[in-house]
């Protein structure tokens, strides 16, 4: 019976839930996480880089122009004698023509047409520098009237009183008046005593300067004087405004005009009663270059 009793042996396979998945989600991790950290490292390196830097990063990376020949032996190392034109042009040949002189009346023509552009050119080129000299001479007058308030005690608390633009029509000084802090006294030509100081001081100042000086005066727009008239008022006060630069150093022959403009041009227009519309307005003209002589090809 023995050899009736078969031996079975019954193999199990575990399923491990699935068996093994792989590893590509891994790759892929990694790539995400390379590429963010690329890519905050960008943003940080645009963030503190200056300009000329990111200019120099670009031009490193910038792909050079490369010329192709055929000449020599035609094969990859194939040479070129370059000549120093060529070298200048990154290997682009000159090509030079043969043509007869021109004809006097030619050549004279084209000197005429060259001193006419050259004409041009050099009067821009002037009108650029002396635009330049000048934008540099206001900004040395602005910090110079700043520097002078905060020297004087006296002063010192007008600074939020006192407008310094560098405009097209030139360097507009503006004393404004604030709640509690007029320029004049109510409803008179006189100044304060801070206003003489303060006017004296700039008269000084723009005397260094040899542009012409345009005076006006604004009132505000209820503001009228004894015989109620703004016009007046506001054309006195400028006069006042003139005769105190005068006093501070600035020649009457700096004087281009003294105008009043009572509230015709308020600094706020939306509150025509505001007290910063009552103000003096003193601008040194921008002055034009002198004329080159005529030099002209006859």
Not at 15 to 35: E, I, L, M, N, S
Not at 74 to 91: N, P, R, T, Y
Not at 99 to 120: F, H, I, N, R
Not at 201 to 226: F, M
């Amino acid at each position: 019976m023995a050899g009736n009793n078969a031996v079975v042996i019954k193999r199990i396979k575990k399923g491990g839930h699935g068996g093994h998945h792989g590893g590509a989600w891994k790759v892929a991790y990694a790539d995400f996480v390379t590429a963010m950290m690329a890519f905050f490292l960008l943003m940080w390196l645009i963030n503190t880089t200056t300009p000329e830097q990111k200019r120099g990063i670009a031009d490193y990376f910038a792909p050079q122009s490369i010329a192709q020949t055929v000449s020599g032996s035609g094969g990859v190392l194939g040479g070129k004698v370059m000549g120093e034109d060529e070298a200048h042009a990154g290997g682009a040949q000159s090509v030079m023509q043969k043509q007869s002189p021109p004809s006097p009346s030619d050549a004279k023509k084209a000197l005429a047409d060259g001193a006419t552009e050259g004409g041009a050119n050099g009067e821009a080129i002037d009108n650029a520098n002396a635009r330049s000299k000048q934008d540099g001479d206001f900004a040395n007058a602005a910090e110079a009237i700043r520097q002078s308030m905060q020297d004087n005690p006296d002063l010192a608390n007008l600074s939020h009183q006192v407008i310094l633009e560098n405009t097209p029509q030139g360097l507009r000084i503006q004393l404004v008046d604030q709640d509690g802090r007029p320029m004049f006294q109510q409803g008179s030509t006189q100044p304060m005593p801070y206003t003489r100081k303060l006017l004296t001081a700039v008269g000084g100042i723009v005397s260094q300067l040899p542009n012409r000086v345009s005076i006006s005066g604004h009132t505000g727009g209820n503001d009228v004087n004894a015989t109620g008239s703004a016009w007046e008022l506001s054309a006195s006060r400028a006069n006042q405004a003139r005769a105190l630069l005068q006093t501070g150093g600035l020649g009457s022959d700096r004087i281009y005009e003294v105008a009043g403009k009572a509230g015709s041009e308020p600094l706020l227009p939306e509150d025509p009663n505001a007290s910063a519309n009552r103000r003096l307005s003193i601008l040194l003209l921008r002055e034009s270059p002198p004329v080159p002589a005529n030099t002209g090809l006859n």
